[in-house]
DNA sequence: GTCATAGTTATCGTATACGATTTCGTACTT
DNA sequence: AAGTACGAAATCGTATACGATAACTATGAC
């Protein structure tokens, strides 16, 4: 766990990926991870040098990056690492809520109670984690946190999409959009109340709206800031 | 409308486009209309012949579709149209019900009686087809239908996800999955019921149920038939 | 007759090469 | 001094070429 990127194919654990495979999941953690900023140029040549082979495969790493909205490739100009733009944020945020919420919703009924401690447990570390004022694993330990309850989810689809938020607000990580004063302990909080929902067995609906709103209640936090 | 492939980047207007964005356009809309159907055997070196140019725009254009679920392309082996597999389906489906019930809710408050009065002619119109049986031109006039209500949908990252599904759905047209006897109609009585749910302000949370279950009623028509 | 194995063919994956386009810098004009 | 026009450098887009891999076919053994 606490990896950083995120999602089924970005780490296939054999040597034998195709180099575009390896181009692919090379600068995907490179923009994940935060070694490439937003906005920054991704001159295919200088890439296929670092990585010791020819453009082709990471022209292909670099369109499947594209697709996933993590790059952004204007023809005859050139990649950059796709945006910090206010509205870009709120979009994916938004899209995230409902993803999560879905994913929460329909993986609940399948969580055991094993699953839940181990939820649990991550929580209480990301507790810790405010007291030491260390963002970066507390950014990590969420993605943990709903990564355990998503375990079981019986919908691949809608949990790659999730990932693929996830990996989306990671690329502007470093950006003024992350940690609002005070948002995280309530984050901290609301994952408590989510897990006790799912103890007891709530309605889908229930549960959907609370995985919701929490997602919901960050980009709020933002928007709320953003606007003094 | 009416158009066939959907999407924001299915057809850029001008020649100027580059060999891969043809090729993937190309290939998308044999895909979605039908012409190459799941299973269907891409052979780079052949596409490229066909459209006239190299095989690497091409290889682009694949890893673009494969990204969007359209293909799936296989180390060493190839590009095929992908699955009919009926989990698939089911992803698919589930998927749908959840992004355009998100669709339709954001959409709702933003819809004015003009654009109701040309979703109700084209619902219309749908429902002169159930009686001629033209289930192709119901198919189309249903996302015809849709994409009226999301005219001003506040968030083009859900709307894309509208559209990827509706073209991976059209991607296994001709399958079994479609047409489920009576579904139609229902859908026709459906899709007026939600218009006037719309009318009367109905609250977000009701507006997002209605249209969700609408998908989600196509989907339990064909898991009850497919029972049997 | 069926299975295993070797050889052939088809197709893929990637490197290299080069024309096309954009961008940047410099010199020239007003 | 500011703006424009030209030229050079950087970078992209695509074609071609060839080694590598997998699929297919045919031959032979049991």
Redesign the interface.
């Given at each position: 766990m606490t990896e950083t990127a995120v999602g089924s194919t970005a780490v296939e654990n054999a040597a034998a990926q195709?180099k575009?495979?390896q181009a692919y999941a090379a600068v995907k953690a490179r923009i994940v991870e935060g070694a490439y900023t937003p906005g920054y140029r991704l001159v295919l040549a200088k890439i296929a040098e670092d990585l010791g082979f020819s453009v082709?495969p990471v022209?292909?790493a670099i369109?499947?990056l594209?697709?996933?909205g993590l790059v952004k490739f204007e023809?005859n100009v050139g990649a950059t690492v796709s945006g910090i733009d206010p509205t870009e944020y709120l979009?994916?945020m938004?899209?995230l809520s409902?993803?999560e919420g879905?994913a929460t919703a329909l993986s609940a009924p399948l969580i055991d109670s094993v699953s839940i401690a181990r939820a649990r447990a991550v929580n209480e570390e990301m507790r810790e984690c405010l007291e030491h004022f260390d963002p970066v694993r507390f950014t990590a330990l969420n993605q943990d946190f709903h990564s355990v309850l998503f375990e079981h989810c019986p919908?691949?689809?809608?949990l790659d999409?999730v990932h693929r938020g996830w990996n989306r607000l990671a690329s502007i990580r470093s950006s003024t959009f992350r940690f609002v004063p005070g948002r995280a302990q309530e984050s901290v909080r609301e994952h408590e109340a989510l897990l006790q929902l799912i103890e007891s067995g709530a309605d889908a609906d229930t549960i959907e709206k609370a995985a919701r709103q929490h997602r919901a209640s960050t980009l709020d936090a933002y928007l709320a800031q953003a606007k003094q």
């Open positions: 195709s575009s495979q082709v022209r292909e369109r499947r594209e697709a996933e023809r979009y994916t938004q899209t409902i993803v879905a919908n691949p689809h809608i999409l």
